[in-house]
């Protein structure tokens, strides 16, 4: 009889969690619907957590939130997730969230969605300060340094330069893509020569001009002057560009394309 009762207990240990896992999986709340909530201003991993346990989203399969930069540089959201925040969703807040779709978080950098908020039209950015110096700790543009284009204003490009277009970063088949950049803010950018970020030719204007609204996340243009650190002329006695005390080493390196005053 007690070899009857072993017996008995081992096929229930070798048998008994195939039952277990059934029961499990049949206590699983299936994936719904979800209206999205306004997320606005919520970290990311945050958003993702509080969207997940909405609509009982584990798989991929199930459709799960997607983490987008909101503004056209296609930057890596992830990493630091407390230096993002949650712009806007597609679909947007108030819409269903089917399932086995994606649900698309767009996110900035913390201090540029709070830079947008404290500045929702273009502030009066001052004329005649180096560019690169806009950009640095402390001024007015360096909390949205990585959205803002430094470029040439017309009739002050270096010699042989010209604009160079850009590539837009759609987000799959997203037909509401607000990352998308209209072109009515692309057009007169990209047809402007680029700058170097530490540039020290002189801010003229600014597209779009003082006043204009913003939308968040949009890129932002300073137009700058001549370079006074470059001209134009042999480098102490070889072809190409140098700075003004015409040593460019051993290249001829331009001088609003070198990093540093020591090229």
Do not use: K
């Not at 490009?157 to 950049?181: C, F, H, K, Q, R």
């Not at 913003?214 to 140098?242: F, H």
Request: aromatic letters at 8%; a negative charge.
């Amino acid at each position: 009889m007690a070899g009857i009762v072993a017996v008995l207990m081992l096929v229930s240990q070798l048998f008994g969690h195939d039952n277990d896992d059934e029961d499990a999986a049949a206590a699983e709340p299936e994936p719904v619907a979800v209206t999205v909530p306004d997320l606005t201003g919520v970290d990311p991993e945050a958003a993702e957590e509080q969207l997940r346990a909405l609509g009982h989203r584990d798989w991929h399969s199930h459709g799960v939130p997607e983490q987008e930069d909101l503004s056209p540089n296609n930057r890596g959201v992830g990493g630091y997730q407390e230096q993002w925040t949650v712009v806007t969703t597609r679909p947007a807040a108030g819409q269903s969230w089917p399932v086995g779709e994606p649900i698309y978080l767009f996110a900035l950098q913390t201090a540029e969605w709070q830079w947008f908020l404290a500045h929702p039209t273009m502030p009066d950015v001052p004329s005649g300060v180096p560019g690169g110096q806009l950009l640095e700790e402390g001024q007015l543009l360096h909390d949205v340094a990585e959205l803002t284009d430094l470029r040439y204003a017309p009739g002050h490009e270096p010699p042989n330069m010209s604009a160079i277009g850009g590539s837009d970063y759609p987000t799959d088949d997203l037909v509401d893509d607000p990352s998308l950049e209209p072109d009515s803010e692309r057009a007169p950018r990209l047809a402007l020569v680029e700058a170097a970020t530490n540039t020290d030719a002189p801010s003229i204007a600014t597209i779009p001009a003082e006043g204009a609204p913003l939308r968040t996340g949009q890129i932002l243009t300073v137009t700058v002057g001549d370079d006074p650190d470059a001209y134009y002329s042999s480098g102490g006695g070889g072809g190409g560009y140098g700075y003004g005390d015409g040593d460019d080493g051993d290249f001829n390196v331009p001088g609003w394309a070198c990093p540093t005053r020591w090229c």
